[in-house]
C-alpha cells in the first residue's frame, strides 16, 4: 500500500511538469512509515532520516541518497567531515516523476518501548546525531522530543525548514490513556489554533465578493449584507477611471523593474562554446531584451559529462547563489573527471544529477503516540514540510 501511494504520488509529479513546464526539475525527498499489526513498513528516497531508539540505543535506519554519502561510502571523506561538507544538501535520488525513482523499502518489527523519529536534514545538516542522540534519549515524551530538536536546530541557525515527528511504540493495553490523534507542536500548532471556521468555497463571482466583504468587515457568514447602489455624474466616473488607469500603470511599471531586478539576483549554469558556464540573470527573454549575462567560465567540458548532466546543462540549472555555484560547478569537475576515467576504463558513465530538495512527506499511524514539530527559519531557503496523514491518504 505505502509503495503504491508514493508511485501514485510521483505521477502526479509528472503530470505536473507535463501541464506545465516551469516546474521541470523539481523534486521531493520523501520517508514515510505504514504500520499493520507489530509490523512497520517504511518507504525512503533522498536525504531525510529515521532514526530508532532501541533499548538505550539510538541508530540511523536510512541511508541518505546523497552526494556526500557516495563519498562516504568510497571512503574519500569520513562521517564527522560529511557533517560539515559544502555539500551535503545535495541528493542524488529523489521523486522526480520519473518511473525509475524507486525508494527503499523494508519492513521492521515493532517492539514496545522502540521510539522512532523522522526528520527533515534541517535539523540533521545542523545538529550533530550525538546531540540528536541526548534529545531523543533524554526526552519524556514524543511532544517534548519533538519541541526539543525544533529548538536546538533553530539555535543552530538552520538554513532550512525544519520538521520532526517522534512516535513511541506501545502495548495495545495502554492504548486507553493514550491520545487518539497525533499532538500537533511548534509552529504547526500555532498556525493550527490560528485557523478560521471552514465554510464552503464561494463558486460564482456574486458569492466570491460577498465572502471578500464579509472577510474585511468582519460580518458573520449567516448575516446579511446590505447593499447599496451610487449613481455617478459622467465627470466623476471619468475621474475615477483616470485614477485607476493611472494606478494600474505605476504598478505595471513598478511590478516589471522589480521582475528585472529580481532576475539580475539569480545565478544559472548554462553552456557556452561547448563549456559549462556561469550566468547571472534567467535564461529567458523578454522579447529583444536577454535576461541573462556572462559571469565566467569553467574548465569543465559539457560532453565530459553523463548525458542526464549533459540535458540539464543545455536546459539550464538555477541557482541560489554565487555560493551555491561554486559548490555545484566543484561537483560537476569531479563529476567529469570520474566519467573520464570510467570511459577510458570502457565503463558507461551514467549517473544522476544532484538535485537540493528538502521537502518531506510524512504519514503517520494514530496508533502510536505521535508528535510533529515543524518551524521555518528567517532565511531565504524554501521547501515544503508534510504533516502526518491517516494511512490509505494521498
Known amino acids: 500500500m505505502l509503495e503504491s501511494e508514493l508511485r501514485e504520488a510521483n505521477a502526479q509529479l509528472r503530470a505536473a511538469m507535463r501541464e506545465d513546464s516551469g516546474l521541470a526539475g523539481m523534486g521531493a525527498t520523501t ?50 567531515e560529511a557533517q560539515h561538507h559544502p555539500q551535503r544538501s545535495l541528493v542524488t535520488r529523489v521523486m522526480t516523476g520519473n518511473p525509475d525513482d524507486q525508494p527503499d523499502l523494508s519492513i521492521r518489527e515493532l517492539i514496545p518501548g522502540d521510539r522512532y523519529v523522522l526528520c527533515s536534514d534541517g535539523l540533521t545538516d545542523f545538529v550533530s546525531p550525538d546531540i540528536v542522540a541526548e534529545i531523543i534519549t533524554a526526552a519524556p515524551t514524543p511532544e517534548a522530543a519533538a519541541e526539543r530538536c525544533i529548538e536546538v536546530a533553530l539555535k543552530a541557525s538552520t538554513r532550512d525548514n525544519v520538521t520532526v515527528v517522534v512516535a513511541d511504540v506501545v502495548d495495545s493495553n495502554e492504548l486507553a490513556d493514550l491520545p487518539s490523534t497525533p499532538e500537533i507542536v511548534g509552529a504547526a500548532a500555532v498556525r493550527g489554533r490560528a485557523r478560521r471556521k471552514t465554510r464552503a468555497i464561494p463558486v460564482s463571482p ?53 521582475g528585472y531586478d529580481w532576475t539580475q539576483r539569480q545565478y544559472f549554469l548554462g553552456a557556452q562554446d561547448g563549456y559549462v558556464t556561469l550566468y547571472r540573470g534567467v535564461n529567458q527573454t523578454l522579447g529583444p531584451i536577454g535576461l541573462a549575462t556572462f559571469v565566467r567560465g569553467t574548465d569543465i567540458l559539457v560532453t565530459d559529462l553523463p548525458a542526464r548532466y549533459q540535458e540539464l546543462i543545455t536546459a539550464s540549472i538555477s541557482l541560489g547563489g554565487l555560493a551555491e555555484a561554486d559548490g555545484r560547478i566543484a561537483s560537476l569537475r569531479e563529476v567529469a573527471a570520474e566519467c573520464r576515467a570510467q570511459n577510458a576504463a570502457g565503463i558507461a558513465c551514467g549517473t544522476t544529477l544532484p538535485v537540493a530538495t528538502p521537502s518531506v512527506t510524512l504519514p503517520t499511524s494514530t496508533s502510536t503516540a505521535t508528535s510533529t514539530s515543524t518551524a521555518t527559519s528567517t532565511s531565504t531557503g524554501t521547501g515544503t514540510v508534510g504533516f502526518p496523514v491517516t494511512p490509505g491518504a494521498t
Open 31 to 80: 520517508i514515510a512509515m505504514l504500520r499493520s499489526g507489530n509490523k512497520l513498513a517504511m518507504a525512503h528516497i533522498g536525504d531525510s532520516r529515521a532514526y530508532l531508539l532501541r533499548d538505550g540505543t539510538f541508530s540511523q535506519i536510512t541511508k541518505d541518497h546523497s552526494f556526500v554519502q557516495q563519498l562516504v561510502d568510497e571512503k574519500r571523506i569520513t562521517e564527522a
Open 206 to 258: 456574486a458569492e466570491k465578493a460577498a465572502a471578500l466583504t464579509r472577510e474585511v468587515s468582519g460580518t458573520p457568514d449567516d448575516e446579511p449584507l446590505q447593499l447599496a447602489e451610487e449613481v455617478a455624474s459622467p465627470r466623476v466616473l471619468w475621474l475615477r477611471r483616470t485614477g485607476v488607469g493611472l494606478a494600474a500603470a505605476v504598478l505595471v511599471v513598478g511590478a516589471g523593474y522589480a
